[in-house]
């Protein structure tokens, strides 16, 4: 137990990521420790940092008994200056030091305490000495810190097909599809692949593409890389990428990988592919068509003047066994005022064909209306649409002191998200062309010649304009809709489409039409950043309709 408080012990995390205990480069296999001291310290009141390595399962030391004795390590305290926070000082724990070395799939307790600097002058390199040392200059020494994690790994190989990082290789413009997948010198490893990430550079070094982080599915394949390059290359020109991987246990490592583009080659879809904007709708029709029959998976892409059509995403497939093509799929992700083009293309274990273009690009939509797209339907809302603010929240305070004239202005977390009221009329005269619902659905199919006969009679004559039932089964959907705490896409031409959830639900109604119709009051709050992968992700209707 220290008996001199001054010096507080390091500040560790509770685990570091994963070294390797296997590789050729011995630099791989330093089980490194990052540290911080606290503010009430600094270096220079240090000599230098005491360690103690313990088996997690046995609670027993694993140092070196011959070179460590007394179950201590002493070093010096480095400093990583690349490191901007205050956990930029480290200890090295190489392999010698451990009794018979690291072991895979091991975890190690591992804590630290400081050696003051009046303490005596000590050798590093005997320390099979220090146990007087140790006895007579314990009120020197700091409490041990808390008990920081390690494990070793056996060395990740990565694999990716048409790539190797020492030769730059030749690929088709159209057929740059990044699979692979992670594996480990020794079977038995427990690790696998948690993420990675891939960006695409030119020559001059220019970002290009990014994919951001990809988490990998941990229930099937979880070591499994597969990923397309969104970004419209030129033949003839010399790109690279990297990509930057990390395992479960926080091993990480970033590759680089050179090739060069060719003329695109592969198998060309005899197809027609026709785009058909919708304007009432909100959505373009993109049918694929063909006379002669087609067999095979056929990928139908997207890109758009915002990315001044640089960047296409895959955002609908199909397949065909040996027939003609007649298919017809919906995009409801569109948004207003905004360029697109589309593309049809085969794939297979080959790789991509050459792509066919739709006539008449780039294409562009209108909104008159505002439209909400769910999972498996779309609300437009026609009649009466009312957005009175429009919120951009951010995590800002302000403090006023006595001796500032002005306020200071902080801005204190990430957050930033626009916020707005939504209004409007609900009636089943909006959706015109049964997007939303229809009368089968409400009223249910076996019924509907019982109503259509009531409704018909000559004493009643009730058509769509004062079919009080309809009005209400519509709006009872219509609620249900709004309040199923699912993300929905937000469209409209004036605001732009956004990501939100929808709080504050309120309906009042109409007394002038005798309550047939009623309006409604909400609260939007965007929730995510608009993207056709974030439509998908959240399962927009657009991206699974065939």
Known sequence: MAINNNIFPPAVATYMPAFLVDSTVASENICRVYFSITAYNNIENLKNIQITVTNQNTNKTVLDNTKYPCEIMLSNINEDNNITTDYKYYIDILPSDIQGGFKNNQYYKIQLRFTGADAANVSLDTPQAIDSWLAANLQYFSEWSSVCLVRGISKPILDLQNFDPEEVVTLPTNNVDIVGRLSFTDSAEQDSLKSYRIKLYSEEDELLQDSGNIYTNTFTDPNEINYSLNYMLEEDTLYYFTLEYETANLYNKILTYYFETSEGSGETLNATLAVEPQEENGRFKISLTSIEPISGDIIIRRSSSRTNFTIWEDVNSCSFNAVAANYTWYDYTIESGIFYKYLAQKKSNQGRGVPISASGEPFMLLFDDIFLVGKDRQLKIKFDPNISSFKRTLGETHTETIGSQFPFIYRNSNMNYIQFPLGGTISCLEDDNNLFTSRAELLGSNNLTYYNDYNNNEYRRI????????????????????????????????????????????????????????????????????????????????????
Do not use: H, M
């Open 463 to 546: 058509n769509e304009y004062n079919d009080w039932v309809y009005e209400r089964e519509f709006r009872k959907l219509v609620l249900d809709f709004l309040t199923n705490d699912e993300v929905k896409l937000f469209k409209s031409t004036t605001e732009g489409n956004f990501l939100i959830k929808i709080l504050d639900v309120n309906l009042s109604p109409n007394q002038t039409l005798g309550r047939r119709i009623y309006n409604f009051t909400a609260t939007a709050y965007e929730i995510d950043e608009y993207s056709f992968s974030k439509c998908k992700d959240y399962q927009i209707l657009s991206t699974n309709n065939d």
